[in-house]
């Protein structure tokens, strides 16, 4: 079946997603991150397109961006291969470290681009992972500094100064976007257990470890009797991941 060609925006502002292949993995450690945002910067000025805010998330990250000459696909192929080449060389892996083309959705008004600007910055806030004002891998600080890589002028036009536009960022979002998980009574009780075996004080710390951190703390898990699902549910890594994690025998 052929590919839909991409909905174009004639004011040029797009939400772009891409995930790692099967949920997996794509920032490792500090390093790999860097090397991903080094990578953005680089190609949106060989290509021409303009990063309003990013952020980027262990198996995926998002860019709200302007693009006024097309190239949107250009830019989002040369940063994939680019990063893909660097990750799988680093990892000594070989595929597709990316699921399929990435997505971009355009941005049709300016409440739809204040609201993912809002959501892009919430990420890792929804994730449980950490505060958008202490998150080290989106772009947050530079709405209150000057910030000469990214084209916050697009978001900060809208706000008589940076307290109204803090304030936005972390009201709340509509109930609907709120509403609790609801877990399996033996997931709260792996949910215990793992706090107190891995000594954190939330399961999602697990997502900030360092590779070899995670697996070691997954192979605790299993020692202990938790299930791949169960970890999977609970922790939120991969399951294919945690497949490949072998416990003792």
Known sequence: ??????????????????RGIGKMIIFENDYDYTKMIELLFKYSDECKVKIIAYCLMDNHFHLLIKDDF???SLFMKKTLVSYSYYFNE??????????NRFVSRVVENEADLLNVFKYIMNNPVKACISSCEDYKWCNYVDFFIEAPKTHVKYIKDFF????????????????????PVVLKDRDKDA????IRLLEIENVNDIRLFSREKRDNAIIKL?????SNRQIERITGINRGVIQRIKGES
């Open 1 to 18: 079946m052929a590919r839909r060609p991409r909905e174009k925006n004639e004011n040029g502002f797009y939400h772009v997603i891409a």
């Open 70 to 72: 097309d190239a949107i």
């Open 90 to 99: 680093k990892y000594q892996r070989s595929g597709h470290l990316f699921q």
């Open 160 to 179: 008589a100064n940076e307290d109204a536009i803090s304030e936005f960022i972390l009201s709340p979002f509509p109930e609907e976007d709120n509403k």
């Open 191 to 194: 949910i215990t257990i793992t």
């Open 222 to 226: 299993k020692n202990h009797g938790l």
